[in-house]
């Protein structure tokens, strides 16, 4: 099955001259409109995954290399190619309230789509639409409609966003922090949604977040991001629960954990400050890696394979391992 | 038993709005000991924010604080407008939520730090400002250069810990923290976390770290109270909570955090938190309670006992024990 949406080669600067941002590093990613799995991108903040999610969103252009949508260059898409793009690469955003335009109802949110992409022949088949959708996420449709968007709380508003999710059957769901501004009490039952819409629709969702706890629970398969590079990748459980890479490790050991049996730092390594910048061609954690050796600050590590395989890091620590084409990291995530 | 340090009885801040009553704290009971750190969880719009700006007698008009609330047995709600603004941050002090704009960002670190100390009255010889400035900064682990320093120049996780220094510069016995972390990336979020914990120790003071992260509460504090809808439904050992709630809330809390070994299991609670405007009578986790009892819990409110010693629960089901 052909990748509904590509990232190729793209890197993405800030600013210019030596002391731009590279916000992301030479990425080569693809995702298949078949694969039904939840890939979860995380770091911290600079680690440049809200930048992935706005480059393929299209609200960024790359700085090197290009963005594809289902084969074609996003910047050189036609017009009718950009309404498909744009029904079928939907996204949740982080914030409940930003998303919302305070002077219109929050109908708007589903109608408007409904509107534009003529989904629904008629206003009664559209307000079915709305309320089935707004029924299958939780929410009573005559509690919700009509309303203005402060009349909501934020996890209402969330919802409100995976039902125009269901009603668009997108072939990909892109969410950014959809949980971190929502109560804990919420935060389950909005995860449940994201995974039954993942498997109700058989569509990929990438996961865009910095919580490892939510994302361990969530999603299948886990790209760890540091600096706009791949630090680490493979399968959530086994990255989660046994970590290679000293930044992953870093991460998380920093997980708070909610049991007061699995105290912090624990297996803790000491990690080192932020110390002098590196040059462009050493690994990126370098400078905080308890771990850094001569290789380290010479070149970038490759994908070394650890864990029979199935788990790759970028870490001179696992040299000698098979390596794994930057553009293959798509391989480690099978159906 | 040590002795308590902070009481709180029966604190009620009420806001009186067109719409009516916001009872946003209402009739909340608790003791804090010396050096101990209490954590005060609840989701958004339960009044842990409001608890600890009541504390800090920082609620403005139409809002009003009723009740005691005493601090090394000093009612705070009896000092004089003066009296209280010598208190804050000499016995009681707060670093507040979002520390990213707490600071002034026109003002160098330096002056901010000895901002509240100047205004407090205290002298310094010539000379003295710089040392005590580097020695509060140490004390949270930043260089004395960031004395010099603007706001910006910082990261999140240096001005949270600009806030701290400026929070314990007069030796308070009382911290308060409200969300202290909650921007902050994991790895950062751990090392100021640890930073404030080993200070409270040092120091020996008592805390009261307010969050909804349970998480967070489960790697740092001693004893937790769990806050909703203005009402506190259970206080207890941190270790004793989580390896047995008792309030049905605290068990659905408990039950819907992610923990490692239970992979794609999820347990919302189902329904919202009521409001808090006007809120009806009884319970006010009710209509939400999967052990609800038909009759009693809609209609009278569960007062908070002491069950076990130090553990104390609101709730009807256990109407029974003792």
Known sequence: ?335 | MKQPLVEIKDLKTYFYVKAGTVKAVDGLTLTVETGTKLGLVGESGSGKTTMALAIMRMIRPPGTIQGQILVDGVDLLKLSEEEMRKARLSKIAMIPQGAMNSLNPVARIKDQVLDGMLDHGEKFARGEEEKRVAYLLDMVGLQAKVAKMFPHELSGGMKQRVTAAIALSMHPKVLIADEPTSALDVVIQREVMEMITRLVNDLNLSMILIGHDMGLMAQTVDRLAVMYAGHIMEIGDVRDMFADPLHPYTKALINSLPVLGNRGVFHGIPGVPPSVINPPPGCPFASRCPDVIAGICESQTAPLRELRPGRWVACHLYDGEK
């Not at chain 1, 991108?41 to 440049?48: L, P």
């Not at chain 1, 929050?106 to 089935?132: C, Q, W, Y």
């Not at chain 1, 009349?151 to 039902?163: D, E, H, M, N, Y």
């Not at chain 1, 050796?293 to 394979?305: G, I, S, T």
């Open chain 1, 1 to 335: 099955m052909a990748p509904i949406v590509e990232l190729r080669n793209v890197s993405k600067f800030f600013g210019s001259g030596p002391s731009r941002t590279v916000a992301l590093d030479d990425m080569t990613f693809s995702v298949d409109e078949d694969f039904a799995k939840i890939v979860t991108i995380a770091g911290e903040s600079g680690s440049g995954k809200t930048t992935i999610l706005m480059l393929l969103l299209g609200f960024y252009d790359p700085s090197l290399g290009s963005v594809m949508y289902r084969g074609k260059d996003l910047r050189k898409l036609d017009k009718d190619d950009t309404v498909d793009f744009r029904r079928n690469v939907q996204a949740v955003f982080q914030d409940p309230f930003a998303v919302y335009n305070p002077f219109y109802k929050v109908d708007n949110l589903l109608s408007i789509p409904i509107k534009n992409f003529k989904i629904a022949k008629g206003k009664e088949e559209s307000r079915h639409l709305m309320e089935t959708a707004l029924t299958r996420v939780g929410l009573r449709p005559e509690e919700t409609l009509g309303r203005f968007p402060h009349q909501l709380s934020g996890g209402q508003r969330q919802r409100i966003a995976v039902a125009r999710a269901l009603i668009l059957k997108p072939k990909i769901l892109l969410a950014d922090e959809p949980v971190s501004m929502v109560d804990a009490s919420l935060r389950a039952t909005l995860l449940k949604q994201i995974r039954d819409l993942n498997q109700e629709l058989q569509i990929p969702i990438l996961y865009i977040t910095h919580d490892l706890t939510t994302s361990y629970h969530v999603s299948d398969y886990i790209i760890v991001l540091y600096h706009g590079s791949v630090m680490e990748a493979g399968n959530v459980e086994e990255v989660i629960r046994s970590p290679k890479h000293p930044y992953t490790k870093l991460l998380v050991n920093s997980i708070p954990w909610p049991d007061p049996n699995m105290l912090w730092g624990a297996t803790a390594e000491e990690v080192k400050g932020k110390a002098a910048e590196l040059g462009t061609h050493a690994c990126k954690f370098a400078n905080r890696c308890p771990h850094a050796f001569e290789p380290c600050v010479k070149e970038q590590p490759d994908l070394f394979r650890t864990n029979k395989g199935t788990q790759v890091a970028a870490c001179f620590l696992f040299q000698g391992s098979e390596t794994l084409a930057k553009d293959k990291l798509g391989t480690l995530f099978t159906k």
